[in-house]
Protein backbone atom coordinates (compact mmCIF):
# COMPACT_ATOMS: atom_id res chain seq x y z
CA UNK A 1 0.00 0.00 0.00
CA UNK A 2 1.38 3.16 -1.03
CA UNK A 3 1.14 5.96 2.02
CA UNK A 4 -0.72 9.19 0.97
CA UNK A 5 -0.09 12.94 2.77
CA UNK A 6 -0.13 17.03 1.27
CA UNK A 7 2.68 19.06 1.77
CA UNK A 8 1.11 21.87 3.70
CA UNK A 9 -1.01 24.42 2.77
CA UNK A 10 -4.73 24.57 0.51
CA UNK A 11 -6.68 27.48 -0.36
CA UNK A 12 -9.02 29.02 2.11
CA UNK A 13 -12.47 29.14 1.40
CA UNK A 14 -13.72 32.72 -0.21
CA UNK A 15 -15.41 33.77 2.94
CA UNK A 16 -12.03 33.31 4.50
CA UNK A 17 -9.56 35.24 2.86
CA UNK A 18 -8.99 36.00 -0.40
CA UNK A 19 -8.84 33.11 -3.33
CA UNK A 20 -5.78 32.54 -5.08
CA UNK A 21 -3.77 35.23 -3.03
CA UNK A 22 -0.42 34.77 -0.73
CA UNK A 23 -0.78 36.28 2.25
CA UNK A 24 -4.41 37.27 1.37
CA UNK A 25 -5.98 39.28 4.29
CA UNK A 26 -8.52 37.67 6.77
CA UNK A 27 -12.24 38.42 5.83
CA UNK A 28 -13.39 37.78 9.30
CA UNK A 29 -11.91 39.28 12.89
CA UNK A 30 -11.87 38.09 16.57
CA UNK A 31 -13.93 35.19 17.78
CA UNK A 32 -15.46 34.73 14.01
CA UNK A 33 -12.03 34.47 12.39
CA UNK A 34 -11.20 31.98 14.99
CA UNK A 35 -14.57 29.92 13.95
CA UNK A 36 -13.97 30.27 10.23
CA UNK A 37 -10.21 28.83 10.62
CA UNK A 38 -12.01 26.02 12.52
CA UNK A 39 -14.71 25.44 10.18
CA UNK A 40 -12.07 25.47 7.14
CA UNK A 41 -9.65 23.20 8.56
CA UNK A 42 -12.41 20.76 9.22
CA UNK A 43 -14.03 21.12 5.48
CA UNK A 44 -10.21 20.37 4.36
CA UNK A 45 -9.99 16.95 6.97
CA UNK A 46 -12.76 15.51 5.80
CA UNK A 47 -12.01 16.22 2.01
CA UNK A 48 -8.66 14.60 2.41
CA UNK A 49 -10.18 11.37 4.16
CA UNK A 50 -12.71 11.12 1.48
CA UNK A 51 -9.68 11.28 -0.95
CA UNK A 52 -8.00 8.38 0.75
CA UNK A 53 -5.61 10.66 2.08
CA UNK A 54 -3.52 8.67 4.90
CA UNK A 55 -1.82 11.88 6.40
CA UNK A 56 -3.61 14.68 6.75
CA UNK A 57 -3.22 18.34 8.06
CA UNK A 58 -5.08 21.61 8.71
CA UNK A 59 -3.98 22.75 5.51
CA UNK A 60 -2.63 25.81 7.09
CA UNK A 61 -6.29 27.13 7.57
CA UNK A 62 -4.77 28.87 10.56
CA UNK A 63 -1.94 31.31 9.50
CA UNK A 64 -1.29 33.59 6.69
CA UNK A 65 1.98 32.94 5.30
CA UNK A 66 3.79 29.69 6.38
CA UNK A 67 6.61 31.70 7.84
CA UNK A 68 5.28 34.67 9.23
CA UNK A 69 2.25 32.69 11.21
CA UNK A 70 5.13 31.30 12.94
CA UNK A 71 7.21 34.53 13.72
CA UNK A 72 3.98 36.63 14.68
CA UNK A 73 4.08 34.30 17.91
CA UNK A 74 8.06 35.30 18.71
CA UNK A 75 9.31 38.04 21.10
CA UNK A 76 12.11 40.29 20.38
CA UNK A 77 10.99 40.88 15.72
CA UNK A 78 10.00 44.37 15.48
CA UNK A 79 7.48 44.30 13.01
CA UNK A 80 7.16 48.03 12.64
CA UNK A 81 11.01 48.16 11.35
CA UNK A 82 10.58 46.55 7.99
CA UNK A 83 13.36 45.83 5.82
CA UNK A 84 13.42 45.37 1.59
CA UNK A 85 15.64 42.52 1.35
CA UNK A 86 16.01 40.14 -1.98
CA UNK A 87 15.16 36.42 -0.42
CA UNK A 88 16.02 32.96 -1.44
CA UNK A 89 19.72 33.87 -2.78
CA UNK A 90 18.13 37.72 -3.87
CA UNK A 91 15.11 36.06 -6.08
CA UNK A 92 12.93 38.10 -5.43
CA UNK A 93 12.37 41.03 -3.31
CA UNK A 94 10.01 41.18 0.25
CA UNK A 95 9.57 43.28 2.69
CA UNK A 96 10.48 41.74 5.79
CA UNK A 97 10.55 42.30 9.78
CA UNK A 98 13.61 42.77 11.64
CA UNK A 99 15.12 40.97 14.50
CA UNK A 100 16.08 43.60 16.99
CA UNK A 101 16.57 41.32 20.51
CA UNK A 102 16.99 37.81 21.25
CA UNK A 103 14.18 35.98 20.28
CA UNK A 104 11.32 34.61 22.45
CA UNK A 105 8.83 31.98 21.99
CA UNK A 106 5.65 34.01 24.09
CA UNK A 107 3.57 30.91 24.25
CA UNK A 108 2.27 28.30 22.30
CA UNK A 109 1.61 29.00 18.44
CA UNK A 110 -0.17 26.31 17.11
CA UNK A 111 -1.10 24.36 19.89
CA UNK A 112 -5.00 25.36 20.16
CA UNK A 113 -5.49 24.98 15.93
CA UNK A 114 -3.42 20.98 16.62
CA UNK A 115 -5.74 20.20 19.43
CA UNK A 116 -8.95 21.23 17.78
CA UNK A 117 -7.56 18.99 14.33
CA UNK A 118 -6.81 16.04 16.67
CA UNK A 119 -9.91 15.55 18.06
CA UNK A 120 -11.64 15.36 15.19
CA UNK A 121 -9.81 12.84 12.94
CA UNK A 122 -8.69 9.29 13.87
CA UNK A 123 -6.20 9.47 10.57
CA UNK A 124 -2.59 9.99 11.04
CA UNK A 125 -1.80 14.16 11.46
CA UNK A 126 0.83 16.09 10.16
CA UNK A 127 1.72 19.81 11.10
CA UNK A 128 4.31 21.86 9.13
CA UNK A 129 6.35 24.24 10.77
CA UNK A 130 9.24 26.84 8.96
CA UNK A 131 12.55 25.30 9.08
CA UNK A 132 15.32 27.68 10.63
CA UNK A 133 17.10 28.55 7.52
CA UNK A 134 14.15 29.70 5.60
CA UNK A 135 13.33 31.49 8.82
CA UNK A 136 16.61 33.42 8.83
CA UNK A 137 16.00 33.64 4.77
CA UNK A 138 12.46 35.42 5.62
CA UNK A 139 13.52 38.12 8.12
CA UNK A 140 16.26 40.93 8.62
CA UNK A 141 18.59 40.19 11.24
CA UNK A 142 19.94 43.26 13.53
CA UNK A 143 21.15 41.79 16.56
CA UNK A 144 22.49 37.97 15.85
CA UNK A 145 25.37 39.25 13.52
CA UNK A 146 25.18 35.54 12.16
CA UNK A 147 23.06 33.23 10.19
CA UNK A 148 24.17 30.13 11.89
CA UNK A 149 23.47 31.77 14.91
CA UNK A 150 20.15 33.42 14.51
CA UNK A 151 19.08 30.04 13.08
CA UNK A 152 20.32 28.16 15.91
CA UNK A 153 18.00 30.63 18.21
CA UNK A 154 15.00 30.38 16.57
CA UNK A 155 15.57 26.12 15.86
CA UNK A 156 15.47 26.58 19.78
CA UNK A 157 11.69 27.64 20.00
CA UNK A 158 11.04 25.66 16.79
CA UNK A 159 11.89 22.99 19.02
CA UNK A 160 9.62 24.06 22.14
CA UNK A 161 6.99 24.20 19.56
CA UNK A 162 7.04 20.86 18.05
CA UNK A 163 8.01 18.69 21.42
CA UNK A 164 4.13 20.64 22.60
CA UNK A 165 2.92 19.78 19.45
CA UNK A 166 3.90 15.89 19.38
CA UNK A 167 2.54 15.86 23.25
CA UNK A 168 -1.07 16.94 21.76
CA UNK A 169 -0.69 13.45 18.89
CA UNK A 170 1.05 14.91 16.30
CA UNK A 171 1.93 12.08 14.11
CA UNK A 172 4.37 13.66 11.80
CA UNK A 173 6.23 17.35 12.39
CA UNK A 174 7.36 18.69 9.30
CA UNK A 175 9.97 21.71 8.47
CA UNK A 176 9.67 23.53 5.45
CA UNK A 177 13.18 24.45 4.10
CA UNK A 178 12.91 25.91 0.77
CA UNK A 179 15.60 27.69 1.31
CA UNK A 180 17.94 24.77 1.42
CA UNK A 181 17.50 24.89 -2.09
CA UNK A 182 19.05 28.43 -2.46
CA UNK A 183 22.15 27.93 -0.02
CA UNK A 184 23.01 24.63 -0.91
CA UNK A 185 26.84 24.55 -0.02
CA UNK A 186 25.16 26.03 3.77
CA UNK A 187 23.08 22.93 4.30
CA UNK A 188 26.02 20.41 4.91
CA UNK A 189 27.57 23.93 6.72
CA UNK A 190 24.90 24.30 9.23
CA UNK A 191 21.61 23.98 7.77
CA UNK A 192 21.21 20.47 8.96
CA UNK A 193 22.31 21.02 12.47
CA UNK A 194 19.90 23.61 12.91
CA UNK A 195 17.36 21.15 11.90
CA UNK A 196 18.76 18.52 14.22
CA UNK A 197 17.91 21.21 17.12
CA UNK A 198 14.71 22.03 15.92
CA UNK A 199 13.96 17.79 15.99
CA UNK A 200 15.70 17.49 18.70
CA UNK A 201 13.89 14.93 21.34
CA UNK A 202 11.14 13.95 18.88
CA UNK A 203 9.69 10.57 18.98
CA UNK A 204 7.23 11.45 16.44
CA UNK A 205 8.16 10.97 12.87
CA UNK A 206 9.82 14.71 11.44
CA UNK A 207 10.23 15.58 7.68
CA UNK A 208 11.90 18.56 5.87
CA UNK A 209 10.14 19.64 2.95
CA UNK A 210 12.58 21.26 0.40
CA UNK A 211 11.14 22.90 -3.04
CA UNK A 212 12.07 24.82 -6.25
CA UNK A 213 8.99 27.53 -4.77
CA UNK A 214 5.52 28.01 -5.77
CA UNK A 215 4.28 28.92 -9.07
CA UNK A 216 5.08 32.48 -8.31
CA UNK A 217 6.61 34.70 -11.83
CA UNK A 218 10.12 34.95 -10.33
CA UNK A 219 9.70 31.60 -9.34
CA UNK A 220 9.28 30.26 -12.84
CA UNK A 221 11.61 32.52 -14.36
CA UNK A 222 14.11 31.37 -11.96
CA UNK A 223 13.34 27.60 -12.76
CA UNK A 224 13.51 28.80 -16.48
CA UNK A 225 17.22 29.61 -15.59
CA UNK A 226 18.50 26.44 -14.47
CA UNK A 227 19.17 24.24 -17.70
CA UNK A 228 17.22 21.00 -18.46
CA UNK A 229 18.25 19.28 -15.88
CA UNK A 230 17.69 20.56 -12.15
CA UNK A 231 20.82 19.10 -9.98
CA UNK A 232 20.85 20.93 -7.01
CA UNK A 233 19.32 18.49 -4.95
CA UNK A 234 22.14 16.96 -5.38
CA UNK A 235 24.90 19.19 -3.68
CA UNK A 236 22.96 18.89 -0.10
CA UNK A 237 21.64 15.84 0.06
CA UNK A 238 24.34 13.50 1.44
CA UNK A 239 23.86 15.65 4.14
CA UNK A 240 19.68 15.16 4.05
CA UNK A 241 20.06 11.50 3.98
CA UNK A 242 23.38 11.31 6.62
CA UNK A 243 20.88 13.41 8.87
CA UNK A 244 18.24 12.44 11.99
CA UNK A 245 15.13 13.54 9.86
CA UNK A 246 13.09 10.65 8.72
CA UNK A 247 11.45 11.94 6.08
CA UNK A 248 12.13 14.42 2.78
CA UNK A 249 9.55 15.87 0.92
CA UNK A 250 10.20 16.78 -2.79
CA UNK A 251 8.44 17.79 -5.86
CA UNK A 252 8.63 15.26 -9.39
CA UNK A 253 5.19 16.10 -10.80
CA UNK A 254 6.66 18.39 -14.26
CA UNK A 255 9.56 18.89 -12.25
CA UNK A 256 13.38 18.53 -14.24
CA UNK A 257 14.75 17.16 -11.07
CA UNK A 258 16.02 14.21 -12.62
CA UNK A 259 14.70 11.21 -10.33
CA UNK A 260 17.65 9.56 -9.66
CA UNK A 261 18.58 11.80 -7.18
CA UNK A 262 15.97 10.55 -5.04
CA UNK A 263 18.54 7.18 -5.16
CA UNK A 264 20.95 9.57 -2.83
CA UNK A 265 18.21 9.43 -0.08
CA UNK A 266 18.78 5.48 0.59
CA UNK A 267 18.23 5.73 4.41
CA UNK A 268 14.86 8.19 4.29
CA UNK A 269 11.51 7.98 3.60
CA UNK A 270 10.80 9.83 0.33
CA UNK A 271 7.09 12.26 0.20
CA UNK A 272 7.16 11.76 -3.85
CA UNK A 273 5.48 15.69 -5.05
CA UNK A 274 2.99 13.68 -7.94
CA UNK A 275 0.87 16.75 -8.24
CA UNK A 276 2.07 19.45 -9.81
CA UNK A 277 0.91 23.17 -8.05
CA UNK A 278 2.35 25.32 -10.75
CA UNK A 279 -0.62 24.75 -12.77
CA UNK A 280 -4.28 24.22 -12.92
CA UNK A 281 -4.77 21.75 -14.99
CA UNK A 282 -6.16 18.38 -12.89
CA UNK A 283 -4.06 14.95 -13.02
CA UNK A 284 -5.73 12.03 -14.09
CA UNK A 285 -5.64 9.48 -11.39
CA UNK A 286 -2.95 7.59 -14.00
CA UNK A 287 -0.51 10.43 -14.39
CA UNK A 288 -0.70 10.36 -10.92
CA UNK A 289 0.40 6.72 -10.74
CA UNK A 290 2.89 6.85 -13.40
CA UNK A 291 4.66 9.60 -11.57
CA UNK A 292 4.98 7.49 -8.20
CA UNK A 293 5.78 4.49 -10.83
CA UNK A 294 8.68 6.50 -12.21
CA UNK A 295 9.64 7.05 -8.58
CA UNK A 296 9.72 3.26 -7.31
CA UNK A 297 12.94 2.67 -9.76
CA UNK A 298 15.13 4.88 -7.37
CA UNK A 299 12.22 4.54 -4.03
CA UNK A 300 11.25 0.94 -2.00
CA UNK A 301 7.49 1.18 -2.38
CA UNK A 302 7.54 1.00 1.95
CA UNK A 303 10.05 4.27 1.71
CA UNK A 304 7.66 6.52 -0.95
CA UNK A 305 4.88 8.23 0.23
CA UNK A 306 2.65 10.19 -2.13
CA UNK A 307 2.17 13.66 -1.95
CA UNK A 308 1.82 17.01 -3.61
CA UNK A 309 4.95 18.80 -5.03
CA UNK A 310 4.64 21.84 -2.73
CA UNK A 311 1.41 24.40 -0.84
CA UNK A 312 -1.85 24.13 -2.58
CA UNK A 313 -2.38 27.62 -0.98
CA UNK A 314 -2.69 29.78 -4.16
CA UNK A 315 -5.12 27.62 -6.36
CA UNK A 316 -8.33 27.73 -6.77
CA UNK A 317 -10.42 25.66 -4.28
CA UNK A 318 -11.79 23.22 -6.65
CA UNK A 319 -8.28 22.82 -8.51
CA UNK A 320 -6.92 21.88 -5.25
CA UNK A 321 -9.71 19.52 -4.46
CA UNK A 322 -9.70 18.33 -7.78
CA UNK A 323 -5.62 17.34 -7.33
CA UNK A 324 -6.10 16.07 -4.41
CA UNK A 325 -8.94 13.23 -5.49
CA UNK A 326 -6.64 12.58 -8.12
CA UNK A 327 -3.87 12.39 -5.75
CA UNK A 328 -5.56 9.31 -3.70
CA UNK A 329 -6.76 7.67 -6.57
CA UNK A 330 -3.75 7.45 -7.90
CA UNK A 331 -1.85 6.07 -5.09
CA UNK A 332 -4.43 3.52 -4.94
CA UNK A 333 -4.12 2.59 -8.40
CA UNK A 334 -0.59 1.84 -7.95
CA UNK A 335 -0.70 0.37 -4.40
CA UNK A 336 -3.29 -2.34 -6.76
CA UNK A 337 -0.47 -2.54 -9.27
CA UNK A 338 1.69 -3.71 -6.78
CA UNK A 339 -1.04 -6.32 -4.98
ZN1 LIG B 1 7.40 23.87 -1.39
Redo the contacts with the bound molecule.
Keep these: MITTTI ?1 GSLPKPSWLATPEKLWAPWKLEGDALQEGQQDAALAWIKFQEDAGIDIVGDGEQFRKHFVHGFLEHIDGIDWDRMTTMGIRDDRYDAQVPTVTSAVRRTGSVHGASTRFCRQRTRHKLKMTLPGPMTICDTIADAHYGSRPAMAMAFAELLNQEALELEAIGVDVIQF ?1 E ?1 AFNAFMSQVGEWGVDALHRAAEGLKCKTAV ?1 I ?1 Y ?2 GIQENIDWKNSLGEEWRQYEEFFPALNDSRIDQVSLECANSRVPLSVLGMLKDKEVLVGAIDVACHDIETPEQVAATLRAALEFVDPERLIACT ?3 MAPLPRAVAEGKLTALGAGAALLSKELG
Design positions: ADPHCGYNCG
